[in-house]
């Protein structure tokens, strides 16, 4: 069964050597499949300008979005005008391309800590993560990740 729902990815990012954070946040909607063992997988598309989600017949490139939540692991597989697997488990680090129009980055991906939360009798569902990435073995960001999935 597939069901509509709004997709609100929130980033804290803390940089070494930067006082403070920095929050991103986008919202999308997308669909929300729900498959055995507590796996849900997410399609949605983002835009990396700001309000573009309403201009998006004015030729602006999305980014297609795989989201998988499952037990002990979330999976982002980005498609688009960014390329990009970001893969947050546990205990495993993670290499992985990053793809932008300006080139491309190896990236180390380190998950400290991971969870779920079901809410609204199964309705609602929220993955939050706290990872680093590191380029070139150079610590870039530590980033508390948080996707909550609610129905439209």
């Not at 290499?95 to 969870?115: D, L, N, P, Q, W």
């Amino acid at each position: 069964m597939e069901q509509k729902v709004k997709v609100t990815v929130t980033g804290v990012h803390r940089h070494p050597g930067v006082q403070g954070e920095q929050t991103t946040q986008t919202v999308s909607e997308g669909m929300l499949r729900v498959e055995k063992n507590g796996v849900y997988l997410v399609e949605y598309e983002e835009y990396l300008e700001e309000n573009a989600a309403a201009k998006k017949d004015e030729g602006l490139v999305a980014t297609y979005n795989l989201l998988t939540i499952a037990p002990d692991f979330m999976e982002i597989v980005r498609k688009g005008s960014v390329e990009s697997t970001l893969r947050l488990c546990p205990g495993q680090a993670h290499e992985a391309e990053y793809k932008t129009g300006f080139g491309a980055m190896r990236s180390h991906v380190e998950t400290a800590r991971y969870k779920t939360f079901t809410m609204e009798k199964g309705r609602r569902v929220i993955a939050e993560a706290l990872y680093t990435v590191s380029m070139n073995g150079l610590e870039m960001s530590e980033t508390t990740m948080t996707i909550d999935i609610v129905p439209v």
